[in-house]
């Protein structure tokens, strides 16, 4: 497999069953996706997306908000030096203007710092396909508008071409944890064909059994694209 994307999911679930606040599920939940890249890593998956905050998310009550930025402030200082170590590049995909100066500044310097790696890890942040899609009509009728494309020369391809990371190649595997059936606004272009598997397990406690569950039952799946 090339590309796994997660839809981590159940932080808050995971906390209020133990009677802590949502952060202390959303900072566990951290801990995961270091466990997670590590296991990646010795998969041998090239891209790992991760949904870590939708479009929708901005929603959420100031605090908890707030919480999330901070924590992945902190989250990207202890694992630079991880990412470094494991070549991996980091790139943002999704409205980073809409994110606090601070959040970004920090994102963008190890996004920089990490540019010339192979592998990569996606952090989607004030992400939301619907969004994205929009974002890339709105671009395709800016290049018609001014000349620079015909309009007979739309097509998939150059449709897909002004999305927000037209080079990565769409997920194989979709996985989302905490039970939800449902795609909550993620990828909804590049999940055409992707496999999807939920797991009940909720974010804070995905451990390696549950990845390699998750990339058994993709390698039993026959994908056909329509055919036959
Ligand atoms: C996923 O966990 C993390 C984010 C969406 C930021 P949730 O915070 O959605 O946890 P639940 O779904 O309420 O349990
Ligand atoms: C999806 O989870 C978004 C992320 C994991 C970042 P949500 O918890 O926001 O989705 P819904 O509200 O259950 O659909
Ligand atoms: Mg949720």
Redesign the pocket.
């Known amino acids: 497999m090339e590309h796994l994307a997660i839809i981590?999911?159940?932080?808050?679930?995971w906390a209020k069953a133990r009677g802590l606040p949502?952060s202390e599920?959303?900072r566990a939940?951290g801990e995961t996706v270091r466990r997670v890249l590590g296991f990646c890593q010795t998969a041998g998956i090239k891209y790992l997306t991760l949904y870590?905050?939708s479009v929708e998310?901005w929603k959420r009550p100031k605090a908890e908000v707030d919480a999330?930025m901070t924590l992945l402030v902190s989250y990207l200082a202890g694992e630079e030096e991880m990412l470094h170590k494991h070549q991996v590049r980091l790139r943002i995909m999704g409205r980073l203007e809409d994110l606090p100066e601070f959040a970004r500044e920090a994102l963008q310097r190890v996004e920089r710092a990490t540019e010339t790696y192979e592998r990569q890890l996606i952090l989607c942040l004030s992400y939301g396909g619907r969004t994205e899609i929009a974002a890339a009509a709105k671009r395709l009728a800016e290049r018609v508008a001014k000349g620079e494309i015909a309009l007979e020369a739309i097509d998939e391809q150059l449709f897909a071409q002004h999305l927000y990371l037209p080079d990565v190649p769409d997920p194989d595997l979709i996985v989302r944890t905490?039970g939800e059936m449902r795609l909550s606004n993620f990828l909804l272009w590049q999940a055409s064909y992707a496999e999807l598997y939920v797991t009940p397990v909720l974010?804070p406690d995905f451990d390696q059994a549950d990845f390699d569950a998750a990339l058994a039952a993709f390698e039993k799946r026959e994908r056909r694209y329509g055919g036959c």
């Open positions: 981590m999911d159940g932080n808050g679930r949502r599920g959303h939940g870590a905050f998310n999330l905490s974010w």
